[in-house]
């Protein structure tokens, strides 16, 4: 009967250290789904921008009604004022591109993602430039939908 309460015992022990490896195991496959999504979204705003609108039928999907956002120049935009922005750029685009993202996943419904993109093309006088920027997004799923609900950006460089 000792050996039988101690076996049992053992096996109790073992498996309450085992279960946090396996919820590990699990979150982690979670988390790289929440990454593949959230990278495609991000890499899907970056192409919209080469559109004759500037993406902004493409972003118009990707943002929540109560967004909030800081533009490259310190400017507070909700989402009437981010889609007015958009739709207001005189640029030209020939490349729109994201360097290099990293996600942050604080579960299955919340993240961020840190990048960096590039874009080039010529302005509105027709003089050719390229920008790198550094930003930073939050999305969250609401619903079944994923969203960016808040986003900032820095200029890294600006080409004339």
Known sequence: MKLTTTTLIAI????????????????????????????????????????????????DGLIASDYAGVGSKGEIRDKAKQMEHIRADSDTYTASKNDSMVVHSYGTDLATICGTS???????????????????DTWMQRNGKWQCIASGGTPLNAKP
């Open 12 to 59: 109790a022990g073992l498996s309450l250290c085992a279960a946090p490896f396996a919820l590990a195991q699990t979150s982690a496959a979670d988390n790289s789904g929440v990454e593949t999504k959230i990278k495609a979204m991000e890499d899907s705003w970056a192409a919209a921008q080469l559109q004759k609108d500037h993406g902004a039928s493409v972003i």
């Open 118 to 136: 590039t874009e080039s093309g010529k302005d509105k006088d027709g003089k050719e430039f390229t920008r790198s920027y550094a930003w930073v």
